[in-house]
């Protein structure tokens, strides 16, 4: 296996050899100078006060949202649910019309729309326990089940935990290339990172099987840290959950359509391809895109809370987009927003997004943010440049 | 909420599993209920269809079940969101049992978290969340010949259920309901208990309005129902009444409304819950902790009575919030309604 991520703090010099102790004035946090931005450095020359200080400014923010959260909001909610569901019937009834073009591509694309929303806006959402306040059995983290074939248990504790906890931090963080993709200097090169276009272009197609497969971690397995007992666990969850998804789309919906099985499943399966393509590119312009910034393991370690909000601030980066973008993105075009407050509804990020920049303006913290086509761009050139052996190592 | 519909058949259990191939990982219902929000097998849901106001502060709601309706019995629980945030509460019936509609009528209680919007704020076609009646306050089998209930405020509501039921069955025995409230224009029911009593010789109503001539007590009651030894007594009302008749008859079949005053001493800590610690409170419910902290928690009366808040204590012990005591070892199964923590304690959640 030769996708595994090297440990970055066996590369690095350890905590002793920083000069830390001599110099208590420098920033508490320090960066790693990311691959692509040398300079973010220099522009978080934060002392350890004004840290706590933007942490707790943040922290009022949090507070505020939460003291106004109600029944406009919950309204919200449903009517998102509502109306990909109505989509979604809408979408497969005119794929039983398939044979005619403009009844597919418009079933295609409500069916793709549906998808997204059920997977961005709602699924990704409630499973963060956005909506767990409204004690709503039918809209809550711990009942949701989404449309896509990695079981949200598993996803919760790759997603919501790992990611969410060690956000780019490369060796924790997994969604850092996805064990797969080689995207931080600090990953060593191996001949086999010559494929990372491609592995990104395979990936992209079934973005849904790496995130089911993402959780396994596979190379721990190889490694020997992880027991096979908990592997074969975790295989058959996925396996039932891909099972029931695959005959959903694949086999049970293209039947009911007796003769037109055929457009039936081609639009079933044209409408999970554009949901993993499009779920891909945003999810990898929320943290590779040119100016968030990737961290050590030894960054974490008596992480305070005011370091852990400018590490996730400094590691992600929000998309420009109008509102219906900003829906279909399920809000994570305010990554940085939803990085700080991963369990506030995802309808307030926008309004908090403001507040948040200036914060940022303030305490001299890049806020990035750009639109879809240029930060994918710059993913994809990150990926492109990784798959040789450069930089520092 | 946490239970399956009664009552599906078992071809049509058939159907259902094989649409859910096509709606997994949804079922086919959360789709059927974009047209109808009570086409719903596996939650129980109403709508409202009337409204009746009875007094200035109390107001009589008619729902239309949905399909997982199971019938007609006493100590209804509902479930209505406000501000967003789902709450439940128990409202006795007040339709008669075999009704097509149940009906709850609901006092409301000044600062609470719930019977303010049901009174106030509860327009025609809202959908509120139900439970499956339960409760042991029901009319005995076989009746009794002679009947005395004693209610005071908004404890006539189980009460009016049984008249009803009554009345539409044509089987009044005999009944003698003592009834207080605060004023004439306080009494939920007037008119109808009165058009009650003139069609039931057998029925005798005594009303009586604690702003004018004081409080109802055992005494007062033993002077206007000569026989009241000789009758089976059922009461509702507040806990004071309650008490007091408890301490001065034998028995006397009772329902509260509210849980008696709570123990906060040595109450109080922190309970991992599903997985997530909590701060419970002192003096607080671990289920009002959990709720309060976004968990599913299971619940029904909120008072002790009904059992429908248990989850298994895994680690710790609790703290009964009714008698002070700590109590508990792993594996028990604790009400979360009436019990706090008392240090480090962990509870699954279903
Ligand atoms: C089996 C059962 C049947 C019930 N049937 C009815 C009914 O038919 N009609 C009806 O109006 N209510 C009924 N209740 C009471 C009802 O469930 C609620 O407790 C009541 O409506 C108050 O809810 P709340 O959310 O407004 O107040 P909460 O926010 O729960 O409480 C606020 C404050 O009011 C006190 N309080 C709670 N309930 C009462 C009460 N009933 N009277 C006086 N003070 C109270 C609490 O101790 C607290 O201090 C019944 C209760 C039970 C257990
Ligand atoms: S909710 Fe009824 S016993 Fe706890």
New binding site residues.
């Given amino acids: 296996m030769t996708a595994v991520l090297e440990n970055p703090a066996h590369l690095e010099p350890g905590p002793e050899e920083t000069g830390r102790e001599q110099h208590p004035q420098r920033p508490v946090l320090e960066l790693v100078p990311s691959s692509r931005r040398e300079d973010v450095q220099a522009t978080t020359e934060l002392t350890a006060e004004q840290i706590e200080e933007l942490g707790r400014r943040l922290d009022a923010i949090r507070d505020r949202v939460l003291a106004e959260r109600g029944a406009s909001d919950a309204e919200y909610i449903r009517g998102v649910i509502r109306k990909q569901r109505a989509l979604e019937i809408g979408g497969r009834a005119l794929l039983f019309a398939g044979v005619l073009p403009p009844a597919w591509i418009a079933g295609t694309a409500m069916l793709s729309i549906a998808k997204i929303l059920e997977n961005m806006e709602i699924g990704h959402n409630v499973m963060h326990g956005q909506w767990d306040w409204m004690r709503d059995p039918k809209i809550h983290s711990s009942t949701w089940e989404w449309d896509n074939v990695s079981s949200s248990a598993e996803w919760k504790h790759s997603h919501n935990y790992m990611h969410h906890t060690y956000t780019n931090v490369v060796g924790k963080d997994r969604d850092v290339g996805y064990g797969i993709l080689r995207l931080s200097e600090e990953q060593r090169w191996t001949p086999y990172y010559l494929g990372n276009p491609l592995y990104n272009f395979l990936l992209s197609l079934f973005f849904e099987y790496g995130v089911a497969l993402h959780d396994l971690e596979v190379e721990k397995v190889v490694a020997g840290q992880k027991p096979l007992s908990r592997v074969w666990e975790q295989v058959k969850s996925i396996g039932r959950k891909t099972g029931r998804q695959i005959l959903k789309d694949y086999v049970a919906f293209p039947a009911l359509a007796g003769p037109f099985f055929l457009p039936v499943l081609a639009g079933n399966v044209t409408a999970n391809l554009v949901r993993n393509v499009w779920s891909h590119a945003v999810i990898f312009c929320g943290h590779f895109p040119t100016g968030a910034v990737q961290f050590t393991e030894e960054q974490l370690e008596d992480e305070s809370r005011g370091e852990w909000y400018v590490r996730q601030l400094l590691g992600s980066a929000n998309l420009d987009g109008g509102r219906f973008f900003h829906l279909m993105t399920g809000q994570l075009s305010f990554q940085i927003e939803h990085h700080l407050f991963p369990d506030l509804p995802s309808n307030r990020y926008a309004e908090i997004a403001p507040e948040v920049r200036e914060l940022c303006r303030e305490y001299g913290l890049e806020y990035t943010t750009g639109p879809l086509w240029k930060q994918y761009m710059q993913v994809l050139g990150t990926i492109n440049r990784l798959a040789l052996p450069n930089g520092k190592r | 909420m946490f239970r399956s519909a009664p009552g599906t058949t078992s071809r049509g259990r058939g159907l259902l599993a094989a649409a859910s191939a096509l709606t997994t990982p949804l079922l086919p219902e959360d789709f059927l209920t974009l047209v109808d929000p009570l086409w719903s097998t596996t939650s129980l849901r109403g709508r409202v269809v009337a409204r009746r106001r009875e007094t200035g502060r109390?107001v009589s709601v008619t729902i239309e079940p949905g399909w997982a309706w199971a019938g007609h019995r006493?100590?209804?629980?509902?479930g209505v969101d406000?501000d967003g945030v789902r709450?439940t509460?128990?409202?006795?019936?007040?339709s008669p049992e075999g009704a097509e509609h149940l009906t709850?009528?609901?006092?409301?209680?000044?600062?609470?978290?719930?019977?303010?919007?049901?009174v106030r704020d509860l327009p025609i076609g809202t959908i509120v969340e139900l439970e499956q009646a339960a409760?042991e306050?029901t009319l005995p089998d076989p009746l009794p010949e002679k009947l005395l209930f004693v209610t005071a405020?908004?404890?006539i509501?189980?009460v009016m259920g049984m008249l009803r039921t009554l009345d539409r069955a044509g089987t009044m025995p005999d009944v003698v309901l003592v009834h207080g409230a605060r004023m004439p224009e306080d009494t939920i029911f007037r008119a109808e208990l009165a058009g009650l009593a003139a069609r039931h010789p057998s029925l005798r109503v005594v009303l009586r309005h604690s702003a004018v001539s004081g409080r109802l007590d055992p005494a007062v009651i033993d002077t206007v129902v000569a026989d009241r030894a000789d009758r089976t007594v059922y009461a509702?009302g507040?806990d004071g009444l309650l008490d007091a008749l408890e301490g001065a008859w034998d028995g006397v079949v009772a329902?509260?409304?509210?849980?008696p005053a709570r123990a906060t001493e040595g109450t109080g800590g922190t309970v991992d819950l599903g997985g997530g610690d909590v701060v419970v409170e002192p003096g607080q419910s671990i289920l009002e902790a959990g709720e309060a902290a976004g968990k599913l928690m299971p619940s029904g009366?909120?008072?002790g009575?009904?059992f429908g808040c248990v989850l298994p204590l895994r680690e710790g012990k609790v703290r009964d919030l009714r008698t002070g005591e700590a109590h508990g070892e792993p594996g028990d199964l604790v009400q979360t309604c009436i019990n706090s923590s008392c240090g480090p304690a962990r509870i699954d959640l279903p």
């Avoid at chain 2, 509460?89 to 007040?94: A, N, P």
């Fill in positions: 109390a006493a100590g209804q629980y509902l406000v709450f509460r128990s409202y006795s019936l007040t709850v009528t609901v006092q409301e209680v000044d600062g609470g978290a719930v019977s303010p919007t049901l409760g306050f405020g908004s404890g509501t189980p509702c507040p329902e509260r409304f509210t849980p009366c909120r008072m009575i009904c």
